[in-house]
């Protein structure tokens, strides 16, 4: 924020707060270029239009994240949400439902654009980050970049030495990846519960992995030592972060901002997009306001549009369109090749012995990477449970290569995608999972928990990802530079070009195919 607030001050910035107020409304807006969303992809598009001197406005349903509530802080903790943590909800809906199986996860808050949704469709539900940074201001900062051979295999027709050698080094630059000190991670407490799970995953002859991070380990070690506002190490992450971590608000969107070039309006959602007789696109767009009611609804033209709004976002907006017949050249592809990067959740019960510690970092930093078993290939993250107390719980988000994938309809009844996966393909990743760590308590003779998805002693937790990927795959709903086929000068930038399964966590392999869309349109389709 610090970084936002500082170039708004040195005047290069229009960030849009009137989305507060009731304002009357504005006459149709036109811009060169408009984005939509301010996740990944999106801030990658607006940092290389900016600087590219081509006028871009963003469009955000969320809000900016600036403004401490009465308790001085801009986002509340995991253990103590309130009206901030989630998108427009009268209960909060946590990953992990109960502990014990009590339900003393979730609590009651009071409707508001919080910064957590929980998109849920019939088997699946999709956490995603609303607000100016997307997905950046709610995740766990693991900034891992994929094996090449499986990038291959995802995008067979993208150059993938290329993207090793310019694309994925320039996204890691920008995000401002590091890595956690090795003699401290060994000697802190606050990754005893890491040290302890790669202990287990050892025991049962599996590798384990530090993943990078985009959260500054220099700040996290002052925090340790008493120096720093806690942040990582005061229970926060799902809800947003005070401190230490470069969310894409301190990283692409203050530089894209200090271009002078864009202009970011939020709480403003996309609803249509048509194209206009001159061939130029006309998005419909929402504002609302803080008890979520649409306050005024207006249309922004421009030359060059492009999709950021994530997998969900983007692909809704797309298959909308088709179905609506706004934009009926897009192609059957558009709304397929969906999946969940084969996510499910898990915890094991430890010995008492073997304590994991009251104090535990939010921040991941290892994995256990079994990636090339190719019987069951998993990498699993180790994940933290920060409750303050000693709980023995192991917990996981496990990736897994399950091969399914889902495609979105349009349902003209609710006016939104409906999302076609089933229970049986959520079933094929959590029997890869259960492989992996049936070896694992076998080795260490431990059992799974129970208690913490919900009152009927569910063990994985296979019925919502954090990782959406697909429903417009690169080279088929668009070229092999994200332009929608059908028409010109439309683009997908985000996590939808991602065929379902990247393999690790995907942020990188997001702003680094950003990276590369951008690099080949700028100079092959802005030229005057
Ligand atoms: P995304 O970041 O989702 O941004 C889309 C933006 O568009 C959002 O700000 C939306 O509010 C906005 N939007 C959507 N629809 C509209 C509309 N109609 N009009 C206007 N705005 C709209 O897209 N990934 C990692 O690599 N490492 C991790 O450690 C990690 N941990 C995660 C933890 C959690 C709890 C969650 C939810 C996700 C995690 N992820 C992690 C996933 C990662 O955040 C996600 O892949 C990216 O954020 C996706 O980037 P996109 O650019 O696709």
Redesign the pocket.
């Given at each position: 924020m610090a970084a936002l607030q500082s170039a708004a001050a040195l005047g290069l910035t229009r960030v849009s707060l009137q989305s507060a107020h009731a304002v009357e409304p504005e006459a149709v807006d036109n811009a060169p270029a408009v984005v939509?969303?301010?996740?990944?992809?999106?801030a990658v598009a607006a940092l290389r239009l900016g600087q590219a001197g081509i006028r871009t406005l963003v469009?955000?349903?969320?809000r900016l994240w600036d403004t401490a509530g009465p308790d001085g802080k801009v986002f509340c903790a995991t253990n103590a949400p309130d009206q901030r943590s989630m998108w427009f909800r009268t209960r909060t809906e946590a990953?992990l439902a109960t502990f014990l199986w009590l339900d003393v996860v979730n609590r009651d808050i009071t409707a508001y654009p919080g910064v957590?949704?929980r998109v849920r469709f019939a088997n699946m539900s999709v956490?995603?980050?609303?607000?100016?940074?997307?997905?950046?201001l709610?995740?766990?900062?693991?900034?891992?970049t994929p094996l090449q051979s499986y990038f291959a295999e995802q995008f067979p027709t993208v150059n993938s030495t290329e993207m090793y050698g310019t694309y994925f080094p320039r996204a890691r630059s920008m995000l401002g990846v590091n890595t956690v000190d090795p003699a401290w991670f060994e000697s802190t407490e606050w990754y005893r519960f890491t040290r302890i799970s790669r202990k287990h995953a050892e025991n049962a002859g599996l590798k384990t992995t530090f993943v990078p991070s985009v959260y500054d380990f220099a700040y996290m070690q002052r925090e340790a030592a008493g120096t720093a506002t806690k942040s990582a190490l005061g229970a926060e992450?799902?809800y947003g972060n005070n401190h230490g971590k470069r969310s894409l608000d301190k990283t692409y969107l203050a530089s894209a901002l200090g271009t002078g070039n864009v202009t970011i309006h939020t709480m403003?959602?996309?609803?249509g997009i048509r194209r206009a007789g001159d061939g130029t696109y006309v998005v419909t767009?929402d504002r609302i306001d803080d008890t979520g009611r649409v306050v005024e609804t207006k249309e922004y033209g421009c030359t060059y549009l492009f999709l950021?709004?994530?997998?969900?976002?983007?692909t809704?907006?797309l298959v909308r369109a088709r179905e609506k017949g706004t934009l009926p050249a897009l192609n059957a592809s558009v709304g397929g090749g969906w999946g969940p990067n084969g996510n499910v959740m898990l915890g094991r019960a430890n010995h008492l012995w073997d304590t994991v510690g009251a104090n535990q970092s939010t921040m991941?930093v290892m994995g256990i990477d079994d990636w090339s078993n190719t019987d069951n290939p998993v990498f699993a993250?180790i994940a933290p449970l920060p409750t303050g107390l000693e709980h023995w719980v192991s917990l996981y988000l496990a990736i897994t290569k399950n091969p399914q994938r889902a495609s979105f309809t349009y349902d003209s009844a609710t006016d939104s995608a409906k999302l076609g996966w089933s229970a049986a393909q959520s079933a094929v990743s959590v029997s890869m999972a259960k492989k992996l760590f049936d070896r694992i308590n076998s080795a260490n003779s431990t059992i799974y928990r129970y208690d913490l998805f919900g009152s009927s002693s569910k063990i994985f937790a296979d019925d919502f990802t954090?990782?959406?990927?697909g429903g417009c795959v690169l080279g088929k709903a668009t070229d092999d530079y994200g332009r929608v086929k059908g028409y010109s000068k439309l683009y997908v930038?985000?996590?939808?070009l991602v065929p379902g399964s990247i393999g690790?966590?995907?942020?990188?392999t997001?702003t680094a195919l950003?990276e590369r869309t951008m690099a080949r349109v700028l100079a092959e389709d802005t030229a005057p």
């Open positions: 939509i969303g301010s996740g990944y992809g999106a469009i955000e349903m969320g990953p957590l949704d956490y995603v980050g609303r607000g100016v940074g997307g997905g950046s709610v995740n766990g900062s693991m900034a891992v992450v799902i403003e959602r996309a609803r767009v950021g709004a994530g997998s969900v976002g983007t809704e907006l991941p993250e954090y990782h959406p990927l930038t985000d996590g939808s690790v966590n995907p942020f990188v997001i950003a």
